[in-house]
Nanobody, 123 residues
Framework: QVQLVESGGGSVQAGGSLRLSCAAS?????MAWFRQAPGKEREFVSG???????NYADSVKGRFTISQDSAQNTVYLQMNSLKPEDTAMYYC????????????????????WGQGTQVTVSS
């Protein structure tokens, strides 16, 4: 079992920035961020594997940057130029299995999930 602990959420005005962190209790090959707004399905935001390959949703490309500290089993999501539509609960997800370099963008690709951290962007 893997425990994931997210931090860094909060409230910010449009155009502002936040940095999310997710600390895992052990090694994972791939870690990702998803988000879910009220009444909407959970959607992929970004992911990264141990080889450094990244994947981003089109809606956040150029604004969000995912990175990792492999020694600390921690992944970060730097969110810049935030928009009200970025408001959601953000969840960290992890997969310990090797995926051949592929970074999954679907929830079923990740067996482990954190409790979430709320991000609210006001206009």
């Amino acid at each position: 079992q893997v425990q994931l602990v997210e931090s860094g959420g909060g409230s910010v005005q449009a155009g502002g920035s936040l940095r999310l962190s997710c600390a895992a209790s052990r090694y994972n090959y791939c870690m990702a961020w998803f988000r879910q707004a009220p009444g909407k399905e959970r959607e992929f935001v970004s992911g990264i594997n141990r080889g450094g390959r990244t994947n981003y949703a089109d809606s956040v490309k150029g604004r969000f940057t995912i990175s990792q500290d492999s020694a600390q089993n921690t992944v970060y999501l730097q969110m810049n130029s935030l928009k009200p539509e970025d408001t959601a609960m953000y969840y960290c997800a992890a997969n310990g299995a090797y995926t051949g370099g592929y970074v999954s963008s679907v929830p079923s690709g990740y067996p482990y999930w954190g409790q979430g951290t709320q991000v609210t962007v006001s206009s």
